[in-house]
């Protein structure tokens, strides 16, 4: 009988007993044979090997609401004198090996020695571009955050970081941080896997904070499907302030639409859940998938103006950008 070698604990309507499922999605919505037909025949657009950016430096610790973009998924956010990242990663490669897997055409928008004492480090699921044990290792050792997780992560990460200080929930889940700043987990249609014999043995998830500046939603990864999710995100959480909402690896749709949202769909997220402001995420760091580097902004644009929404409200994010955002208080 299989049994899931990180997590154990009752069944429930996104649990087998054994791995984690999205409810009303089919669990293997593509297999072995589908992603052959992409890597094989997929139409991919070039990327460059490298875009130059300026890091950025960030002050030790900010009152109100800063977020800085890294790259890909990893952004400092600084909140009411506390400083979290999310799925932080700095290592060249998103893989499980040095010398092999999508390489990093962005360095990081700030030098890990020029990172402001770390509090808490969010992690949203085990792909590795988004949990890299080399990275959480190096955090370990200079700054022992908090890191909170979704179920069955917490396993890989301490196996991986001796003496992490570890935090797992299931979604809805509220973690707290520190005073008055705490995790909720939230719902996504995705899945987690380190290896082929691990697939859906950790659970994925968002994370909407609640800070005394007001509320962040960090998205993880996710495709959209019905969108029953995000009203029910808005529905419990009410209308969030500053939401990260992904916008890369989306192409070909006819793979990717059950795990990864593109422009459009981010959009309808973004009125979904009553957003104030966002910043694009997941796009123009490592190539994953087949839609040009450029892609994602070009198409976020021409979204936000289709729907009506001031162009200000929702930007994507560049790597040593910092964007401030008005305190509104929870």
Known sequence: MARNR?????????FDGV?????????????????????????????????????????????????????????????????????PVWSERASPFAFVGPKRVTVPGISFDDLPPIDVVLLS??????????????????????????????????????GARCVAGD??????????????????YHWGNRWPSD????????????????????????GYEDGRIFGDIRARLGATDVALIPIGAYAPRWF?????VDPAEAVRIFGDVEVGRALG?????????????????????LAVAAAGIAPERFVAAEPGRVYDFESHPS
Not at 27 to 43: E, N, S
Not at 130 to 144: C, E, G, N, P, V
């Open 6 to 14: 990180y997590y154990q604990g009752p069944m429930s309507d996104h």
């Open 19 to 87: 791995r984690f499922f999205n409810p009303g999605q089919a669990p293997d919505t593509h297999g072995v044979v589908d992603l052959l037909r992409w890597r094989f025949t997929g139409d991919k657009a070039g990327w460059p090997d490298a875009v130059p950016i300026v890091p950025a430096r960030p002050e030790p610790r900010v009152d109100g609401l800063r977020i800085t973009m890294v790259g890909h998924a990893t952004l400092l956010i600084q909140v009411a004198g506390l400083n979290i990242l999310t799925d």
């Open 125 to 162: 699921h085990c792909h590795y571009d988004h949990l890299d044990t080399a990275t959480l290792r190096r955090l370990q050792a200079a700054h022992d955050p908090l890191m909170a997780m979704p179920l069955g992560n917490d396993a890989i990460v301490r196996a991986a970081v001796p």
């Open 171 to 188: 979604w809805w889940d509220r973690l707290p941080l520190a005073d008055g700043i705490a995790t909720t987990l939230t719902p996504a």
């Open 199 to 222: 697939v859906r043995m950790a659970l994925w998830s968002g994370h909407h904070l609640s800070t005394p500046a007001g509320t962040i939603w960090f998205v993880g990864d996710t």
């Open 256 to 260: 990717m639409a059950p795990q990864h």
């Open 281 to 301: 995420i997941h796009w123009g760091t490592f190539r994953l998938t087949d839609e040009g580097r450029e892609a994602p902004r070009e198409a976020l644009a």
